[in-house]
């Protein structure tokens, strides 16, 4: 089984419809992300969470929200989807006891807002 | 915030080393480089990190030059299944918070 595991890994939704991606990790990390990823444009970090108690947004949070509901999970949603939300979103973790930017991410979960 | 600019595409042959290089120009004094590998379809994996001069490990070599404004992942020896993309990411934990900026991908094909 993936140490981080994304649901859905794919999903067709329409505007305005609120969508919520999850991430789950056995990894026994404390931090945990949320990235989105287009193409040409490499990824963009939406937000991150270094303890159960702690939300930061990230470039890009706009349009976004999070819920860290246990160490091991961690929830994006799309409130009210609008079509340019479409790409493909990964979430990642990370020990906080090896350097920042050593992420270890999940399969992706691929989003189409019509 | 640091901008990377990484080539869009390389071409090799197996057994062939190759190196490629990002440029970070405003990179940060507490911003480690990381590279990391994305084959279709799946998450991005980490290959190498480093915060000055060169590291090694057993699957690439990464140079950071003493400005740091730059660093050049280095692949010995490619095999047909080193074919990618591969990300140069900048970032750590500055004033501000936590910061990560990807590069746009080098896509990287190995031909037999």
């Known amino acids: 089984d993936a140490d981080v595991t994304q649901t859905p890994r794919n999903r067709i939704t329409k505007t305005g419809k609120r969508i919520m991606l999850e991430c789950s990790q056995t990894k026994g990390h404390d931090r945990m992300y949320w990235y989105r990823q287009d193409p040409g444009l490499g990824l963009r970090l939406i937000y991150y969470s270094f303890d159960v108690k702690d939300i930061n947004k990230g470039e890009i949070s706009d349009g976004y929200s999070v819920s860290r509901q246990a160490q091991a999970k961690f929830s994006l949603s799309l409130e009210s989807a609008i079509p340019n939300q479409t790409a493909l979103y990964f979430c990642a973790t990370s020990d906080p006891g090896t350097p920042p930017g050593e992420l270890f991410f999940g399969e992706g979960s691929r989003l189409t807002v019509l | 915030l640091a901008k990377t600019t990484q080539p869009i595409s390389m071409d090799s042959y197996e057994g062939q080393e190759v190196n490629i290089t990002c440029s970070h120009n405003?990179?940060?004094?507490?911003?480690?480089i990381t590279w990391y590998q994305q084959f279709p379809s799946q998450g991005p994996r980490f290959i190498i990190q480093g915060y000055k001069t060169k590291v090694t490990n057993e699957v690439a070599s990464l140079f950071i030059p003493a400005d740091r404004k730059s660093s050049t992942l280095s692949l010995p020896r490619v095999s047909l299944s080193d074919t990618a993309v591969y990300y140069c990411l900048v970032g750590g934990l500055n004033t501000g918070g936590f910061k990560t900026i990807f590069g746009a991908g080098t896509r990287l094909f190995v031909k037999a």
């Open positions: 405003n990179i940060a004094t507490n911003d480690y």
